[in-house]
């Protein structure tokens, strides 16, 4: 592909031809102001074009969505529901933890301080109830096949 094809395949009208080899140093300071200048106006009008598509799409969502959201609403949605906690730490009685992902700073302390983690389970009517005896013999809960 040779010179010609580029600007004949390139947006817009036709692109002079410069021999960059003849220009002087503050000519090709110049020559690069003016190219940056370019980009940035080709960038805010590529944006404007985008955030008007954004627009258009977000009347058909169920929630209006932010110029910086890169994410569909589904993306993000949990995979699992919301569990109720399954252990609460007796220093601190709003810090509670449901037994999924790693163990929080206060149970391993708790641990590591002698505790077991059976002191540190919510009560059902003052008796471990068996799927929660489960869970601190394995660290979590698995289903049985």
């Keep these: 592909m040779t010179s010609t094809d580029v600007r004949q395949r390139s947006f817009g009208p036709?692109?002079?031809s410069i021999n960059l080899?003849?220009?002087s140093f503050d000519e090709l300071l110049e020559l690069r102001d003016q190219v940056d200048a370019a980009i940035s106006k080709q960038i805010e009008s590529e944006r404007r074009a985008l955030e008007m598509k954004l627009e258009r799409l977000n009347r058909f969502s169920d929630r209006p969505a932010k110029a910086g959201d890169a994410v569909s609403p589904m993306a993000r949605s949990p995979k699992f529901g919301?569990?109720?906690p399954q252990f609460r730490n007796p220093d601190n009685p709003e810090e509670t933890?449901?037994?999924r992902g790693l163990r929080p700073r206060w149970m391993v302390a708790a641990l590591?301080?002698?505790r077991t983690?059976?002191?540190l389970m919510i009560r059902e009517d003052g008796a471990v109830s068996e799927v929660r005896k489960?869970?601190?013999r394995r660290?979590?809960?698995r289903r049985k096949k």
Aim: no cysteine; glycine share 12%; charged share 15%.
């Design 21 to 23: 080899k003849t220009l």
């Design 117 to 119: 983690i059976e002191d």
């Design 97 to 99: 933890w449901s037994g």
């Design 82 to 84: 919301k569990v109720p």
């Design 139 to 141: 660290g979590t809960m």
């Design 112 to 114: 590591a301080a002698g």
């Design 14 to 16: 036709p692109m002079p």
């Design 134 to 136: 489960a869970i601190s």
